[in-house]
């Protein structure tokens, strides 16, 4: 076994280590290599810190890490840990860690995080191994809403104050703690909203993401972050501010939620206005 780091390796090496990797996987993620460096790229993952596995001087595993700083303190994130089918329950996802953390401790990273798709027990149990725990449960959900749902049409007394995503991280109610690829960094060509009361005080954002058919109509809105500050009218507010979304013109819109925290009460609005659940993750934690 040799470990590289990926910048030491050729592109077409780490992306064979990823497709090997991930053969098999729950959810199919394959990339061709436009896709796997637009995801390095848009994630904020590091070439330098992260590793590439050979044996037999063939690429068969890779950890992706990126890093970030959170109120002072440095975190690292496992951006996607694989091993080809053949090497699997033999040792080396141990030893792929263990490097990645000393990774971590050069960097003097404070806090370790991943997300791992909750029916993946044996990726689970492993970095439960590793020292992590997890603190949360994240729901990807989905529905198609048309404009005339039950509560859009309603009259309300919110009003919505469009911001750069950037924006977001001055608001004292901004979730600094989401998953990684909900945060403003990886929200590229995002948009941002804050819900605003009738008397100006800020109740809750969104930070989403509009996909446009040709014709200029919203096709889909992918969303990010919905947070509330008021957690016995978050229902109301939910409606509200997917309402306030809509575009003259648009008629429905395919909305996607993306790792939203079972412990934000917004996925709870979100499931009670049929939204589906598609996929679910564990949000796990390390301190270093």
Not at 135 to 148: A, G, V
Request: hydrophobic share 40%.
């Amino acid at each position: 076994m040799k470990i590289k780091r990926l910048s030491q390796c050729t592109l077409e090496e780490a992306l064979t280590a990823w497709n090997k990797g991930f053969e098999g996987y729950i959810v199919p993620i394959k990339m061709d290599l436009p896709a796997f460096v637009n995801r390095m790229i848009s994630e904020g993952l590091s070439p330098e810190k992260s590793i590439v596995v050979f044996m037999n001087s063939e690429p068969c595993g890779i950890i992706m890490n990126g890093f970030r700083e959170n109120n002072g303190r440095k975190i690292a994130w496992n951006g996607g840990t694989g091993i080809a089918p053949e090497f699997r329950g033999k040792g080396l996802s141990a030893a792929m860690i263990e490097e990645v953390f000393n990774i971590y401790r050069a960097e003097k990273a404070h806090t370790a995080v991943l997300e791992a798709i909750e029916e993946n027990e044996r990726a689970i149990k492993l970095y439960k191994k590793a020292g992590y725990v997890i603190t949360d449960h994240l729901l990807y959900l989905n529905k198609k809403l048309t404009h005339i749902e039950p509560g859009f049409l309603k009259e309300n007394h919110f009003s919505i104050k469009r911001l750069y995503p950037e924006q977001l991280q001055s608001l004292s109610i901004y979730d600094s703690k989401a998953a990684w690829q909900c945060q403003w960094q990886s929200a590229k060509h995002g948009e941002a909203a804050v819900l605003l009361s009738e008397d100006g005080n800020e109740e809750g954002y969104i930070l989403y993401k509009r996909i446009l058919e040709a014709g200029g109509r919203t096709e889909r809105i992918i969303i990010y972050q919905l947070k509330f500050n008021n957690e016995n009218n978050y229902e109301k507010m939910t409606e509200s501010i997917l309402g306030h979304l809509f575009l003259d013109g648009d008629d429905s819109i395919d909305f996607t939620a993306v790792n939203i925290a079972v412990s934000n009460p917004a996925s709870k609005a979100l499931l009670k206005l049929g939204f589906e659940k598609k996929i679910g993750q564990v949000m796990m934690e390390k301190p270093l």
